[in-house]
């Protein structure tokens, strides 16, 4: 296993749409655990494919309290979404230190394929609502700093740019 560089918005790849997965193999099984490795070594709790630079539709999740429930989503799909919303306090691997409100779905219904290729279903609420629904718009190339206000927005993209530009130097 191995830790994998983790994209840093505003970096334009993690604008790309994910490919669907065409098949489970060593590669793929390879990346999840790597993907695993990275996101705990990093402190979060999900992680989509794209933010290490790879643009196939698979994503990691891991909310439990002794990080050891981890959650493997192949090509997943939203079937079904609660028409009640909550304002939700969002960061992202990929934006470090950088935390606002979101409004998701309280409840999602998600098909998707395990790590072994077998079809799931997980009905999701509380904080695996919100990781799922966070690492599928990784997904669709959509951060979600892209949901707060043009002028925090930019304030965060500024903020990003800099700290990159100290870490180089």
Known sequence: MALLPILCYPDPKLHTVAKPVAEID??????????LETMH???????????????ERLIVIDVSEQHDS??????????????ETHLNEEGCLSVPGIYDGVERFDLVKVEALDEHGKQRLIEADGLLSVCIQHEMDHLLGKMFVEYLSPLKR??????MLKAQREAKS
């Open 154 to 159: 930019n304030r965060i993209k500024t903020k």
């Open 70 to 83: 981890p959650i493997v989503l192949i090509n997943p799909k939203i079937i079904w979404s609660s028409p």
């Open 26 to 35: 060593a590669r793929v099984k390879n990346l999840i655990a790597d993907m």
């Open 41 to 55: 070594e990093a402190k979060g709790i999900g992680l989509a494919a794209t933010q290490v630079n790879v643009h």
